[in-house]
């Protein structure tokens, strides 16, 4: 079964802090992406990524980075947390080309 | 941005009935059409991938169609039980977007016993 995992289920950060969202793929995936989910809005993309250094804009990438060092690895960071990014987080991985997404459990963000 | 639309956008149904909703797309540039079913506390799961204009698809009581020129697809559950309860998304994807999916806000399917 592939398994996607993200390195918090909750996280608490405060205004300004540096945030690290970090998601794993054990199934040798090319793509890997990272979306927000907010009520009433559906998941939206914050940026995908479809092979290791490279990283390409989603559709709400402002305030956000990412980097992807190593295949199964696909880190999200907020270089300075605003309230208006608690939210829960999504990373999902998918074959280069493919269609189906798998989706990691989520990380819920709250920023005080 | 393209604007993929669900509704109803919830839906209360009561255990054994049947129930269906709808997921709207752009028809232009088609590829392919998911569903997905978010439980809570859980990650979400692929239902169908759909690409055919005409396609269904069925897994177990749940089955789904496709209409790529008029740009929609149906969901149908059969007989709905307690454990159907989740948020269905959609989500569509273009011959230009590289593996990127645009996804539906959701419909909240809520199965009463």
């Known amino acids: ?112 | 941005i393209l604007n993929v639309e669900q509704s109803p956008q919830s839906l209360h149904v009561q255990e054994g009935d049947s129930t269906n909703f709808t997921c709207s797309f752009p028809s232009s540039n088609f590829y392919a059409l998911h569903w997905y079913r978010w439980e809570t506390a859980k990650s979400p799961e692929a239902l169908f991938v759909m690409t055919l204009n005409g396609d269904e698809k069925k897994k177990g009581r749940i089955s789904a169609t496709l209409n790529t020129k008029e740009g929609y697809s149906y969901l149908y559950i059969k007989g709905s039980q307690p454990e159907d309860s989740a948020t269905y998304l959609c989500a569509f994807m273009t011959t230009d977007s590289w593996g990127k999916l645009q996804f539906g806000a959701g419909t909240q399917v809520v199965v009463t016993p």
């Open chain 1, 1 to 112: 079964d592939v398994k996607v995992t993200q390195s918090s289920r909750y996280l608490v950060k405060r205004t300004g802090e540096k945030v690290f969202l970090e998601c794993v793929q054990d199934m040798d995936h090319e793509n890997m992406f990272w979306y927000r989910q907010d009520p009433g809005l559906g998941l939206r993309l914050i940026y995908f990524s479809y092979d290791v250094k490279m990283k390409e804009k989603g559709d709400i990438p402002e305030g956000y980075s990412v980097s992807r060092e190593k295949k199964e690895r696909f880190s999200l960071i907020l270089e300075s947390a605003s309230t208006n990014q608690t939210s829960m987080y999504l990373c999902a991985s998918s074959v280069a080309g493919g269609n189906e997404q798998f989706f990691g459990p989520g990380t819920r963000l709250t920023v005080l």
